[in-house]
């Protein structure tokens, strides 16, 4: 892939400086790949960050809500309040399986009950300190739900940027490509081996490239046989248009996951479909040398 036939050709330096356009192509293509490398990686941890975030508050929430819940459920029985028992009857099960909205609802019921009646809860273990830790957590995960969205917004700048640099090494081959027909009769040993480099490129021969998982969007759970299909985008060149008609497509297994071993650098359009779930269609970057994660969480029809 990129990284093999970058190290490849530096290794006949003394072949390839002679070659018109050469050397100047060679230091263009090394460049853009290592800014392809450190711009993949950014985009990686920076979705990751901003998903783990949302995640550790929804649990502390959902964890907080569901023992206010119990608490209030104990002050009702003992005062009969029957409209406040029923208000705050859902379980931690019940919040984890609700939308991400809804475990703000449910924690903002129970907050405001326990408002109205906090003179009266001390002996139930909720007072104002309580509340306020509440109602911060409340607060910080209704920022955190948004989140995620405008993080793939701002991705797709960094899309845009990362489907550019892979055109320019692309482009940086092909005239290094040109310039070795040069020595094609004259350094036969060379030629063979500097096309062998090449297809591994083409191939997308090396390791473990894409993986993930595929859940069911409003409880979590993995989904078995749901089938992802990456076509490469094209850019416009015919070569690279040849390989996108021929997507590459895997069903994930029991658990909901998948993995892919070889796909060549650039972008790609991922299309992922289950019966009985809306398709969902996302653009990610594979990078050489770097495994790229996509977990995807779809909704049901």
Same mark, same amino acid.
């Not at 991400?100 to 405001?112: L, R």
């Not at 911060?136 to 955190?144: G, K, P, T």
């Not at 055109?167 to 490509?177: G, P």
């Given at each position: 892939m990129y990284l093999t036939f970058r190290d490849f050709q530096v290794t006949y330096n003394a072949i390839t400086d002679a070659l018109p356009n050469y050397s100047s192509s060679s230091a263009i293509f090394a460049d853009t790949i290592l800014?392809? $490398?450190?711009?993949?990686? &950014?985009?990686? +941890?920076? #979705?990751?960050?901003?998903?783990?975030?949302?995640?550790?508050?929804?649990?502390?929430?959902?964890?907080?809500?569901?023992?206010y819940a119990r608490k209030l459920t104990a002050f009702a029985k003992f005062t009969n309040n029957t409209i406040l028992e029923q208000e705050v009857k859902f379980s931690e099960g019940k919040l984890?399986?609700?939308?991400?909205?809804?475990?703000?609802?449910?924690?903002?019921?129970?907050?405001?009950?326990?408002?109205t009646n906090?003179?009266?809860?001390?002996p139930y273990g909720i007072e104002a300190g309580n509340q306020t830790q509440l109602l911060?957590?409340?607060?910080?995960?209704?920022?955190?739900i948004g989140k995620p969205g405008?993080?793939?917004?701002?991705?797709? $700048?960094?899309?845009?940027? &990362?489907?550019? +640099?892979? #055109?320019?090494?692309?482009?940086?081959?092909?005239?290094?490509?040109?310039?070795v027909e040069i020595v094609r009769l004259s350094q036969p040993a060379f030629y063979d081996s500097y096309k062998d480099a090449r297809k591994i490129i083409e191939r997308g021969i090396g390791s473990l490239a894409v993986k993930g998982f595929v859940t069911e969007a409003s409880t979590g759970e993995p989904i078995k046989g749901a089938t992802l299909s990456f076509a490469l985008d094209s850019n416009g060149d015919s070569n690279s248009a040849i390989l996108a008609m021929s997507a590459v497509v895997k069903k994930t297994a029991i658990k909901g996951g998948y993995n892919i071993k070889s796909l060549?650098?650039?972008?790609?359009?991922?299309?992922?479909?289950?019966?009985?779930?809306?398709?969902?269609?996302?653009?990610i970057a594979v990078a050489d040398g770097d495994l790229t994660e996509l977990n995807i969480s779809l909704s049901k029809n």
């Open positions: 800014q392809i $490398q450190n711009i993949a990686e &950014l985009q990686k +941890l920076s #979705k990751k960050g901003v998903t783990e975030n949302k995640k550790q508050l929804r649990e502390t929430l959902i964890v907080m809500t569901a023992d984890r399986q609700v939308p991400d909205t809804a475990v703000k609802d449910y924690a903002q019921i129970v907050y405001d009950s326990a408002q906090l003179a009266e809860l001390k911060a957590i409340i607060n910080s995960y209704n920022d955190s405008v993080s793939r917004t701002e991705g797709s $700048q960094t899309t845009r940027q &990362l489907k550019s +640099l892979f #055109k320019t090494a692309d482009s940086a081959l092909v005239t290094m490509d040109v310039a060549p650098a650039g972008m790609y359009n991922v299309t992922i479909k289950k019966t009985g779930y809306v398709d969902q269609m996302v653009k």
